[in-house]
């Protein structure tokens, strides 16, 4: 593949730099992107005292701000805005890394960040991780980490597609070039098509990455969810060290069956009932998208019962066909040793 390999340059990660092992520090050119986004840039009601503290935060984005500078503005929506906006900076701040930062938003939660925040954190992780040797099918599958899907069974392939872009191009009525997606808007049926990325036509992803508009195969043997087993591997090497293999499955037939990892809401759910031996209904069962089976190249990071043993995980989309990974859970919820 030739030509430029550059992909998802809208999302602010040439301002960050790197530390000794490879990962992300925040800089002050980093924090001014946010600043000059239109939730907190000065606009034309904006008070004094707003323009004031965005004006200083320009210049020093780490300068500390007390509730008193806050307390005088005007707009309490501009107020929350701050409040948000600072409850992530310092959080960046009293951290070396964005993969430090990113892990303490399950490890210590509070203050709770609004889904933009943590969504953004995922991305510069995975630009990071990717950005050597970049193949579009994994960033492809990487997009899922943070933006939501929706998902379509066209004639047995289960095909994503991004839930904002599609919404967009319902909305304004603009379509690709391939495949199908069918939405219900404004009570009519319209049609998107979308292009649907395939080995063949891969080097596009380059030139449209940050317009989010192919669609991913996630069906069973196809080179997308491969490419998403690949991901969850760099995810785990990357964050915690973790050397995993991890392979699509058709179906779980173990007796033996010790622990799972829903990587989303709906997964989570499912694997559990279905651990427990309780009742699912075909329908509910049809949300289940993908399973895998991932084995640890070193089972003494694992506890001695389940040593020998795989993790199984399991990815789902609702009842409105709207997949939402989430790549924390497999950060957090692993059986490992205390030791680990």
Not at 137 to 142: E, Q, S, V
Not at 245 to 269: C, F, K, M, N, Y
Not at 278 to 304: I, K, Q, T, Y
């Amino acid at each position: 593949m030739t030509g430029d390999r550059s992909f998802w340059p809208g999302c602010g990660f040439a301002t960050l730099a790197r530390d000794g092992r490879g990962r992300l520090r925040v800089t002050e050119d980093f924090l001014r992107l946010y600043l000059m986004r239109p939730e907190l840039a000065p606009q034309a009601e904006s008070c004094e005292a707003e323009r004031a503290l965005h004006a200083a935060l320009m210049e020093d984005p780490g300068r500390p701000v007390t509730p008193v500078n806050l307390l005088r503005i005007r707009d309490r929506d501009a107020v929350e805005n701050w409040e948000l906006f600072l409850a992530f900076r310092n959080r960046l701040l009293a951290r070396e890394t964005i993969e430090d930062t990113y892990l303490s938003l399950f490890l210590d939660p509070l203050p709770a960040l609004p889904p933009l925040f943590v969504d953004h954190l995922a991305q510069l992780i995975l630009k990071g991780m990717f950005e050597a040797r970049p193949d579009p099918l994994r960033l492809r599958a990487a997009e899922l980490f943070f933006r939501p899907q929706k998902v379509r069974i066209e004639e047995g392939a289960i095909l994503a597609a991004d839930e904002a872009t599609l919404e967009q191009l319902v909305e304004t009525g603009g379509f690709g070039n391939l495949g199908r997606l069918v939405r219900e808007a404004a009570g009519r049926l319209r049609t998107v098509e979308l292009g649907i990325l395939t080995e063949d036509n891969a080097h596009s992803y380059f030139t449209r990455s940050d317009r989010f508009d192919l669609v991913l195969d996630l069906s069973f043997t196809r080179p997308g969810l491969d490419a998403l087993c690949r991901v969850l591997e760099a995810w785990l090497a990357h964050l915690l060290d973790l050397a995993v293999s991890i392979q699509p499955l058709a179906r779980v037939r173990d007796e033996h069956w010790r622990w799972h990892v829903g990587l989303d809401a709906e997964a989570t759910a499912i694997l559990n009932d279905l651990f427990e031996g309780r009742e699912v209904a075909e329908e509910r069962l049809a949300r289940l998208l993908a399973l895998f089976r991932m084995e640890f190249r070193d089972p003494s990071l694992l506890p001695a019962a389940l040593r020998g043993r795989p993790v199984y995980l399991g990815l789902a989309m609702d009842a409105r066909n709207r997949l939402r990974l989430k790549p924390q859970n497999l950060l957090v919820n692993l059986p490992l040793a205390e030791a680990a």
